[in-house]
């Protein structure tokens, strides 16, 4: 089976992606963030299943032909499995690293090989629409993250605001076609909804 691929409508744990490519012989991986520290250590947002895989998948690329080795990963502090802390060789200061800030690392496809017939990458859902069942686009999803209950879409509203997460099954994901670029959704009435404040005696 292809490695960061899931399967329609019972996904398994797998690749956590980022904004689509621009170009389609290319899988997004990860996103490089802030500099951590003095010593060109930078923060990683893997969008693999395992976070920490996004090291073993060999050289990276950027959109614009860059390479870059991560020589190590460790898990950022704080609680999203999904950030991590990076080397990369050739970074050994804060310059360095903050130049390397919303880089997009990608890996060529041919790289994962073909998934199954019925698997999709993780990485192609990304940037897709997200549409309900009139047809009306109601957000686009940004990330497909895994906290250990199964699969999510975390959409964005095309109105702008917070994200919400909905469960990546086919009772809420009825049809899903990459190729068209089509991800259909069945949210709840009060998906993008924020929760409220608790009552005065939650002890929550």
Excluded: C, H, W
Aim: hydrophobic fraction near 40%; glycine fraction near 10%; aromatic fraction near 6%.
């Amino acid at each position: 089976m292809a490695p960061d691929t899931q399967t329609s409508p019972r996904p398994k744990p797998a690749a956590k992606p980022a904004p689509v490519s621009v170009d389609p012989n290319l899988v997004v991986m990860g996103e490089f963030g802030r500099a951590q520290g003095l010593n060109g250590e930078i923060r990683l947002k893997s969008y693999t299943g395992d976070p920490q895989a996004i090291a073993g998948y060999g050289p990276l690329v950027s959109a614009d032909g860059r390479t870059f080795e991560l020589t190590s990963v460790r898990p950022a502090p704080g609680s999203s499995p999904d950030l991590l802390v990076a080397r990369v060789r050739g970074v050994s200061d804060r310059t360095g690293a903050e130049a390397l800030n919303r880089t997009l690392l990608y890996v060529p496809r041919e790289r994962l090989g073909e998934p199954d017939a019925d698997e999709v990458f993780t990485a192609d859902l990304v940037g897709l629409p997200a549409i309900d069942a009139a047809g009306t686009v109601i957000g686009t999803v940004v990330a497909v993250p895994n906290y250990g209950g199964g699969d999510l879409l975390e959409i964005k509203p095309v109105q702008g605001g917070a994200t919400a997460l909905l469960p990546f099954t086919k009772a809420f994901v009825p049809d899903l076609d990459v190729a068209a670029r089509r991800v259909v959704v069945a949210p709840p009435e009060d998906f993008f909804v924020p929760a409220g404040p608790k009552p005065a005696d939650d002890p929550g």
